[in-house]
């Protein structure tokens, strides 16, 4: 284990320094298994035991010579050439599409790994999916994320119908989160507290009625809370 770790710690530094041309860009925690709570680097990671309903943007990098024939977070041997991801929190096992926001393009893949462990990727592709996407020149793409389930309610432009909310905290106190659901009504924001598969209060503004209006919004809730991301209605408000 220390020696892992090591290893982790170095990937890092080698990474961040990596990073513009998008070699390898994430680092894997072994043994990390279906929804238990892990710990890399300090912090611990909640991942969720439905992903029903999962939509959410942001930056996706991909991993692939570094880690080819390793061993993934649910204990498959990695291969650069399967259509696979890793993602922090995402059951394993979760197939998501993988649209690339630049492009167009999308790809299915299935979760089978932990990671990325950087604060702007939130999911890292295999070689092949990545290739795919036609994203292997820049290293990184602005991505969409949708887990696969019941089948969504499509608009003519691509927009997922549905009630969507931004999540902006996540608190282990519920008296910290009712505070920031305070907030947000003050500043005209409806908002919701809900119990999550985290075990923590996790903090909603919204609802908005399709992921475009959702993500729309994100960037100026993300003035103020920067890790703040869209979900898709997946629990029902606490009271």
């Not at 300090?42 to 035991?49: H, I």
């Not at 696979?84 to 599409?97: E, N």
């Not at 790809?107 to 790994?113: C, F, Q, Y």
């Not at 969504?152 to 009712?178: E, L, M």
């Amino acid at each position: 284990m220390k020696n892992r770790l090591g290893t982790v710690v170095l990937a890092i530094f080698l990474g961040i320094a990596l990073c513009a041309c998008g070699s390898k860009t994430s680092w894997r925690k072994g043994g990390v298994k279906g929804t238990k709570p892990y710990t890399v680097l300090g912090k611990t990671y909640y991942p969720l035991k439905s992903a029903h309903g999962f939509v959410e943007e942001g930056i996706a990098s991909w991993y692939g010579p570094g880690f080819h024939g390793k061993t993934t977070a649910n204990g498959e041997t990695y291969n650069q050439y399967d259509m696979t991801a890793a993602h922090k929190i995402l059951p394993l096992g979760t197939k998501v599409r993988v649209t690339h926001l630049g492009n167009g393009k999308s790809v299915l893949v299935r979760v089978n790994d932990r990671g990325p462990f950087v604060d702007d990727r939130v999911i890292d592709l295999s070689r092949a999916a990545a290739t795919r996407l036609e994203m292997m020149g820049t290293g990184t793409a602005r991505v969409r994320v949708q887990s696969l389930g019941a089948v969504p309610q499509v608009t003519a432009s691509g927009d997922i119908k549905g009630d969507f909310y931004i999540q902006v905290g996540a608190f282990s106190n519920v008296g910290n989160a009712r505070k920031l659901i305070d907030i947000l009504s003050k500043a005209g924001h409806k908002g919701r507290l809900v119990y999550g598969s985290n075990k923590l209060w996790n903090v909603q503004a919204g609802p908005w009625s399709d992921s475009a209006a959702a993500q729309k919004m994100l960037a100026g809730f993300r003035t103020l809370y920067p890790r703040a991301f869209v979900v898709g209605d997946d629990a029902s408000p606490s009271p």
